[in-house]
Every structure is written in C-alpha cells, then in structure tokens.
C-alpha cells in the first residue's frame, strides 16, 4: 500500500542515490543529464548500489578493522539487503531502498544482482584470471549492469519484453567495452596498489604496443556491435547511451595512438573541451559512429 510517509521516503532514498553518485562520479553525471528525468533517477540509483559495493571492496570499508574477511562480511550484508528490499519494497538503507525501488519497477532481481556480488567478490581475493574466468568476471561487474540500465529504459514501453530479447546483447558489449577500457586505463595501478590482474595472459609492468592494439581490437568490436543496439533505444534514453558511447570511443582512439609503455606511466583521460564538443555533436543529432567528432590533442 502506497501512503504520503513511503512515497516521501522514496524521494528521500532518491535524493541519496543521486548524491552519492553524483559525488563519486563526474563522467557518470555528465551524461546522464541527456537522459529523460524519470529514467535518470532509476540509472542514477543503480549505479548508486554499484557505487557503494565498489566502495566496500575498494574504497572506505578497506580503512575498517578485520581485513579482508571483515569487508567480505560487509558485501555479504549487502547483499542480502538487496536481496530483502527487492522482494518487500524496503530497506533502511536509503540507497539499497533506492535500488530496490528501480528494481522492481524495472523487473529484474537476482538473475543479475548474484553476478554482480560474485565478482565484487572475487576481487576480494585476486588471482590470475583465464580467459573463461575473465569473461564470467566482466559479465557480473559490467555487463549486468549494462542490462539493469536496459530494464530500466524500457519501463513502460508496449514491448519491453521483445525489445530486452533483442537488445540485451547490445547492452552486454558496451558494459563490457566500458570496463575493459578501464581495465586498460588503470592497468599499473590496478596490478601495484591492488594486486590485480585482469588481462589473461598481459603482465601488467610491460604491456607491448602490439598486446595494446589486440585489447583495443576486441574493445572495439564491442563498441561497433552495441551501437546497432543503442540506434533502437527509446527516445528518453538514447541521447545520453550514445554521448557515453562516443566518450568511450574517444578513449579507444586516443589509446590506440598512445604507446603502451606511456599508457602504463599516465592514466589516459578525455579533455573537458573535448567531452563538450563530443556532448554538442550528439546533442545537435550528428551521424552516430566512429569516431564521432575528429580526436585532438
């Protein structure tokens, strides 16, 4: 039953989700403006829980007594209030409240929180990844969440179901081309300060021109086949899907021009003139592809 006292929670769980994310993540901001208000809230409180696991692996949680097995504890506790608040509709913690929300009015629920939780977890404990175990890894941190994304853009559309079928893969490359882009950017301090090693079969400390082009390859299939997917997004939501698209894009092109050994020494970023002329293109409807505006220095 739907009173004034849980709709006025609901806004405050919102307002929540919104600052955490808007805190933690200016890119994540910058793009989200283009989506339409009801859908931006709903991605803005996912990507809020997604946030905040992140910082229970890496981040805040790191700082508390117990170790590693205190912080696996603390994820576990998160999930299950995930879990609890999808299937009752509340939760006192406001942003898992503001995620569960989205969740039931998006209509998924374990099918793509369990990966998620997995691989936050195994970043717990890292171990040299193969190719099986990679692909299952950026499934459940990047790929879900391209599909939760989905689910949420399409509420209330007449065919949702349909169009999930036919766009979830579509959603699945570009959570995967996000991460893997990331994955390239940090690559150093991801191996040094974290001990981590994503790339089967890369050493972190000598990462060859020719082992950069390979990674940027597959990247780049995955940009080329999701933007077939992002041409079929409703209306509300398409605008801000192809600005993060052509930012990502723009990495990929300035990686692939930069030597390895200079992309292990310096995290590579977007210009803030660059991301505006980027936003202005897609704003003002230029042909979607690649890249979207010519890349500069």
Known sequence: MVTASSEFYDQVAAAAASVVIKRYSTSFGFASRLLGKPIRQHVENVYALVRIADEVVDGAAASTEGGVAAIGRQLDVLE???MQAMACGYSTNLVVHAFASTAR?????AELTSPFFRSMRADLAPVPLTEETFKDYVYGSAEVVGLMCL???????????QQYAALADGARRLGAAFQKINFLRDLTADFHELKRSYFPGIDPTRLTDSEKDTLLDNIDADLA????????????SIRAVRLAHALFTELSVRSRRTPAQMLLRNRLRVPDRVKLRIAASVVLGAPFGRPPVKVSA
């Open 80 to 82: 299950a209030e995930c």
């Open 105 to 109: 009015a998006a209509g998924f629920g």
């Open 151 to 161: 689910r949420v853009f399409l509420i209330g559309q007449p065919a949702a179901e």
């Open 225 to 236: 086949a999701s933007a077939a997917a992002i041409s079929a997004l409703p209306a509300n």
